[in-house]
């Protein structure tokens, strides 16, 4: 097994990244009750203690239940108004429409209430509007739209918590709104029949981190509550909210939700449901993307949802919608094959945007990764995929990273932004829309999206590096590999993987265990296509371990890995089952030169 106690000894100031490797902090009583209480490994044991889980609580992070912890739907502000307003048009046969988000999480919200409403006989058609037209969320002329194609009603998901003025001109226009969402708000709610997110001031439900998907699965159950309650089920089935779970857990996983509490449970059991490959969408994704199962949060953070946002990144928006919200296979099949051509192609766009900035970075002229801050722009590029793109600058240069692609002929910028951790990257955006610098802009912590206009972005570079040098220089100083436990290439085995993968789902607020390996050979480095690297590990006594590190071309690491020689290593311990091996590999993520260690 992995040695639990100390990585300390591995004398790491500074490794190629820039970053200290550090222990994991855990209390040593909580890690010894869960030793006590749970049987488990003293390195499992911290690893849990680390992740902030209490004694006593360890099983129930371990073996996450819904019915544990299922919130009241009532404990969401205007769940019971949407529920009551939602039947009530079912039993009238009102003809509604909802509203989604082109992303993954808008995707699998609106498919799990067209799979509810088929349920109950009704038809939901989808409504996803087109990023490069229509942007992002509701607008007049969408509600029109849906409006001349006889709607009287609307459900939003994953967007609408700010569409004021859009909703107004709905209701202005005769059609009532429903509003599903979790984005923050800092307003009062927008005029409609009902708001329901989390993060609306006021809602008492605690349940902040769900995505769009786990807040209209609460509202699935609401929904068969109320129909429970009016006896709508006197003469035909309940609708079983549990085979709709994958979906949920689709939203939870590819919207980087915090995987805690409730959201837990729910990606935990959805990933479970996904395994049985029930949804003929997510099922011939899965067969055009080559890959096998049982579901994992990797499956659905980088084989499903890249594809599914791939349409309503440089395709059809609403490809990813009617994927997941099929029930004909062969048009699953035929949904699947379009989207995986369309994510081939998101990866051309993608590399080219991506040298394109990073050229411009490394040329310096005030773009340079220097300060606190960086911000590129250019020309053409496709707004589907910078936000991709920042957040692999982001990754490579650990700060604050913007990303605008200008349209030459308006000279208007559309921008994504992506952050680390303590730098409040929205919060600033939106100070630089409130100071004049922005057509557009706002987000939360992590993330940032925006409207420019071209001959703007020199000031707004300015005004950023002002206002986040302090807070970058205090998170650059925190800013640290956090380590699990120490492995050797001997014990770093099947069975060590499958102890440390019981702390799965793995996502915001439970990170992927992290290991060190000290004193390692690196030989038969070898290049691969996309710029990543595979290597093989030897220790002291000879034992090897099979080693890749991705997209490393071009980088100090990738570079000091070619070289060969001793290092420390810091990675995620990964399963290997290549010819069916059954065995483990390393994914190496940092190193350090040992003689430059104390």
Same mark, same amino acid.
């Given at each position: 097994?992995?040695?639990?106690?100390?990585?300390? +000894?591995?004398?790491?100031?500074?490794? =190629?990244?820039?970053?200290?490797?550090?222990?994991?902090?855990?209390?040593?009583?909580?890690?010894?009750?869960?030793? &006590?209480?749970?049987?488990?490994?003293?390195?499992?044991?911290?690893?849990?203690?680390?992740?902030?889980?209490?004694?006593? @609580?360890?099983?129930? +992070?371990?073996?996450?239940?819904?019915?544990?912890? %299922?919130?009241?739907?009532?404990?969401?502000?205007? !769940?019971?108004?949407?529920?009551?307003?939602?039947?009530?048009?079912? @039993?009238?046969?009102?003809?509604? +429409?909802?509203?989604?988000? +082109?992303?993954?999480?808008?995707?699998?919200?609106?498919?799990?209430?067209?799979?509810?409403?088929? $349920?109950?006989?009704?038809?939901?058609?989808?409504?996803?509007?087109?990023?490069?037209? *229509?942007?992002?969320?509701?607008?007049?002329?969408?509600? &029109?739209?849906?409006?001349?194609?006889?709607?009287?009603?609307?459900?939003?998901?994953?967007?609408?918590?700010?569409?004021?003025?859009?909703?107004?001109?709905?209701?202005?226009?005769? #059609?009532?709104?429903?509003?599903?969402?979790?984005?923050? !708000?800092?307003?009062?709610?927008?005029?409609?029949?009902?708001?329901?997110?989390?993060?609306?001031?006021?809602?008492?439900?605690?349940?902040?981190?769900?995505?769009?998907?786990?807040?209209? %699965?609460?509202?699935?159950?609401?929904?068969?509550?109320?129909?429970?309650?009016?006896? #709508?089920?006197?003469?035909?089935?309940?609708?079983?909210?549990?085979?709709?779970?994958?979906?949920?857990?689709?939203?939870?996983?590819?919207?980087?939700?915090? =995987?805690?509490?409730?959201?837990?449970?729910?990606?935990?059991?959805?990933?479970?449901?996904?395994?049985?490959?029930?949804?003929?969408?997510?099922?011939?994704?899965?067969?055009?993307?080559?890959?096998?199962?049982?579901?994992?949060?990797?499956?659905?953070?980088? /084989? #499903?949802?890249?594809?599914?946002?791939?349409?309503?990144?440089?395709?059809?928006?609403?490809?990813?919608?009617?994927?997941?919200?099929?029930?004909?296979?062969?048009?699953? =099949?035929?949904?699947?094959?379009?989207?995986?051509?369309?994510?081939?192609?998101?990866?051309?766009?993608?590399?080219?945007?991506?040298?394109?900035?990073?050229?411009? /970075?490394?040329?310096?002229?005030?773009?340079?990764?220097?300060?606190?801050?960086?911000?590129?722009?250019?020309?053409?590029?496709?707004?589907?995929?910078?936000?991709?793109?920042?957040?692999?600058?982001?990754?490579?240069?650990?700060?604050?990273?913007?990303?605008?692609?200008?349209?030459?002929?308006?000279?208007?910028?559309?921008?994504?932004?992506?952050?680390?951790?303590?730098?409040?990257?929205?919060?600033?955006?939106?100070?630089?829309?409130? *100071?004049?610098?922005?057509?557009?802009?706002?987000?939360?912590? !992590?993330?940032?999206?925006?409207?420019?206009?071209?001959?703007?972005?020199?000031?707004?570079?300015?005004?950023?590096?002002?206002?986040?040098?302090?807070?970058?220089?205090?998170?650059?100083?925190?800013?640290?590999?956090?380590?699990?436990?120490?492995?050797?290439? &001997?014990?770093?085995?099947? @069975?060590?993987?499958? $102890?440390?993968?019981?702390?799965?789902?793995?996502?915001?607020?439970?990170?992927?265990?992290?290991?060190?390996?000290?004193?390692?050979?690196?030989?038969?480095?070898?290049?691969?296509?996309?710029?990543?690297?595979?290597?093989? =590990?030897?220790?002291?006594?000879?034992?090897?371990?099979?080693?890749?590190?991705? &997209?490393?071309?071009?980088?100090?690491?990738?570079?000091? #890995?070619?070289?060969?020689?001793?290092?420390?290593?810091?990675?995620?311990?990964?399963?290997?089952?290549?010819?069916?091996?059954?065995?483990?590999? %390393? *994914?190496?993520?940092?190193?350090?030169?040992?003689? !430059?260690?104390?």
């Amino acid at each position: 097994m992995a040695d639990g106690g100390q990585v300390g +000894y591995l004398g790491v100031a500074r490794s =190629l990244s820039g970053r200290v490797w550090r222990q994991r902090p855990a209390d040593p009583q909580d890690v010894q009750a869960h030793q &006590r209480q749970l049987g488990l490994s003293e390195p499992l044991a911290r690893a849990l203690a680390s992740r902030g889980i209490a004694a006593g @609580e360890g099983e129930t +992070y371990l073996n996450p239940t819904l019915k544990a912890q %299922f919130p009241d739907p009532s404990s969401f502000m205007d !769940m019971d108004r949407a529920a009551s307003a939602l039947v009530d048009a079912l @039993e009238r046969g009102r003809r509604m +429409y909802v509203f989604a988000d +082109y992303d993954v999480d808008g995707a699998s919200s609106s498919a799990l209430l067209v799979r509810w409403f088929r $349920a109950m006989g009704a038809d939901l058609p989808i409504y996803v509007p087109d990023r490069m037209t *229509e942007g992002y969320g509701p607008s007049t002329a969408a509600f &029109r739209r849906m409006k001349d194609q006889g709607a009287e009603l609307v459900v939003t998901v994953d967007c609408g918590a700010a569409a004021h003025d859009a909703i107004a001109a709905a209701t202005e226009m005769g #059609l009532e709104v429903v509003v599903v969402d979790h984005h923050l !708000m800092k307003a009062e709610p927008p005029a409609c029949t009902a708001v329901v997110n989390p993060n609306r001031p006021g809602c008492a439900s605690g349940q902040g981190n769900l995505a769009a998907a786990g807040v209209a %699965f609460v509202l699935l159950a609401a929904l068969n509550r109320e129909c429970r309650r009016r006896g #709508l089920f006197a003469d035909r089935p309940e609708p079983d909210l549990r085979k709709w779970l994958d979906l949920a857990a689709l939203g939870a996983v590819c919207d980087v939700t915090r =995987l805690t509490g409730f959201n837990r449970a729910l990606a935990s059991q959805g990933l479970r449901i996904m395994s049985g490959w029930e949804n003929p969408g997510i099922k011939a994704l899965m067969e055009v993307a080559a890959a096998k199962g049982p579901a994992t949060a990797f499956h659905a953070g980088f /084989i #499903l949802g890249p594809r599914i946002n791939a349409g309503g990144r440089i395709g059809r928006s609403d490809l990813g919608a009617r994927l997941l919200s099929t029930d004909d296979p062969a048009e699953a =099949l035929e949904l699947a094959r379009e989207l995986d051509e369309l994510n081939a192609a998101r990866k051309d766009v993608e590399r080219d945007v991506l040298e394109a900035a990073v050229a411009q /970075i490394e040329r310096g002229s005030n773009v340079g990764p220097e300060g606190p801050v960086v911000v590129v722009a250019g020309e053409g590029w496709h707004p589907g995929v910078i936000g991709i793109v920042a957040g692999r600058l982001r990754e490579r240069w650990r700060k604050p990273v913007i990303v605008i692609g200008l349209d030459p002929v308006n000279g208007i910028g559309k921008g994504s932004g992506r952050s680390q951790p303590g730098v409040n990257l929205g919060r600033a955006v939106q100070a630089a829309y409130d *100071e004049g610098l922005l057509m557009a802009g706002g987000g939360h912590a !992590m993330a940032a999206g925006l409207t420019i206009r071209a001959r703007d972005v020199p000031e707004f570079r300015a005004f950023l590096e002002s206002r986040l040098a302090e807070e970058q220089a205090e998170a650059a100083a925190l800013d640290a590999v956090e380590i699990d436990a120490a492995l050797t290439p &001997r014990s770093a085995d099947r @069975e060590l993987w499958a $102890a440390f993968d019981r702390l799965n789902p793995f996502g915001p607020g439970n990170p992927e265990p992290v290991f060190a390996l000290a004193q390692v050979r690196v030989e038969q480095p070898m290049a691969m296509k996309g710029g990543h690297l595979r290597c093989t =590990l030897v220790d002291a006594d000879g034992t090897k371990l099979r080693a890749v590190a991705w &997209r490393v071309a071009d980088t100090a690491l990738g570079q000091r #890995l070619m070289a060969g020689g001793a290092l420390h290593v810091v990675g995620k311990l990964k399963p290997d089952d290549w010819n069916g091996r059954q065995g483990v590999q %390393f *994914e190496i993520e940092d190193a350090a030169d040992p003689r !430059m260690c104390g």
